[in-house]
């Protein structure tokens, strides 16, 4: 009913459309700016949405959302340590498969390999996907790459732009990273409590830390354009809840491995594989089923390398 077109309604009209009094206009307009959306008020005139701002909310995240489950239950908070952190509280006390926790900010944030994810409010998506899945606890790292496939997809539909993965689930654009992810499981042997899925995406902002701003980006960056953020979670959410659809059926990659492979920014190029046990280069030739990178190494062999162990570059740079 408010736009931002020029176009002003009346105090009056709103109450006619809505069949609420004048003074619930008043609350709405008031709960509409607590929540950060510029209204002008003029007398004679009436209302006018001054500016669309990026909202972040239960509400907006839960009106965009477009999926049969996954987040139908949202925890948000305005700021909070870690995403993941409040998930798996969440999951030992009961929370339901599906489960989404989002957070305009984080404090705590953590990164892959202990290292931490620096997110400021207003810009950005912090959040984590709750699982329940009933497949064995060695398949779940398969779902960080089910996710970035989801974000891929979603980045590509927002902005327009190519986006690639880079192995096994930094998501770029332009050769810099968007997006982050962090899988996080509670197990016991053959029987998965839950997974935490914890997607960072660097949505809106326009400066990084000196230590990462030659590596990332952000979405606005790269394509000129203000991204809704509820409107990204929301389509990230839709892939995510049908590749891991899919997953649960095969229980492997099968049936997203080529589709995976056509978006790896590594694809039949020459690789760094840091092995703890020794450094190697090679020739990535794209994962396997299980989500393991295929690397060609000089004496015709094909090495199998398992994200949990090795990381790999690309040999000019960060992919
Ligand atoms: C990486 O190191 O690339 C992974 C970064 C993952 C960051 C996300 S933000 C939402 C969720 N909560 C966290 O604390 N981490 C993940």
Redesign the pocket.
């Known amino acids: 009913m408010l736009k931002n077109s020029g176009d002003y309604i009346s105090g009056e009209a709103i109450c006619k459309e809505l069949g609420v009094s004048r003074a619930y206009v008043w609350k709405l307009i008031k709960a509409l700016r607590e929540e950060g959306y510029e209204i002008d008020a003029v007398s004679g005139r009436g209302y006018r949405l001054s500016e669309i701002p990026d909202v972040l909310s239960e509400s907006e995240i839960k009106s965009s959302l477009s999926t049969r489950w996954m987040g139908h239950d949202i925890v948000y908070f305005s700021s909070t340590?870690?995403?993941?952190?409040q998930?798996k509280l969440l999951a030992e006390q009961g929370a339901a498969d599906g489960t989404l926790v989002a957070?305009d900010m984080?404090t705590?944030?953590?990164?892959?390999?202990g290292?931490t994810?620096v997110?400021k409010s207003g810009e950005?998506?912090?959040?984590?996907i709750l699982l329940r899945p009933s497949f064995d606890p060695d398949r779940a790292s398969m779902l960080t790459l089910l996710a970035a496939m989801a974000v891929r997809k979603a980045a590509e539909e927002l902005t327009g732009m190519r986006a690639l993965i880079k192995w096994p689930?930094?998501i770029v654009i332009n050769g810099k990273?968007i997006?982050?992810?962090?899988t996080e499981m509670s197990a016991e042997q053959g029987y998965i409590h839950y997974v935490v899925t914890?997607?960072?995406?660097n949505v809106n902002g326009a400066t990084f830390p000196d230590d990462i701003k030659d590596t990332a980006s952000s979405l606005f960056l790269e394509s000129g354009s203000k991204v809704s953020r509820s409107a990204m979670m929301a389509s990230v959410l839709k892939a995510f809840e049908e590749y891991y659809e899919g997953f649960s059926r095969f229980c492997d990659l099968s049936f997203i491995r080529d589709e995976y492979n056509a978006a790896l920014v590594s694809m039949d190029r020459e690789v760094c594989v840091l092995d703890p046990k020794g450094q190697y280069t090679g020739i990535s030739r794209g994962i396997n089923e299980a989500g393991e990178l295929l690397v060609a190494t000089p004496d015709g062999s094909i090495t199998e390398v398992s994200s949990g162990e090795v990381s790999v570059r690309g040999i000019y740079g960060y992919v």
């Open positions: 340590d870690s995403t993941n952190t998930a957070s984080q705590g944030g953590k990164g892959r390999r290292r994810w997110q950005n998506i912090s959040m984590s689930n930094d990273k997006c982050g992810i962090l914890g997607i960072g995406i």
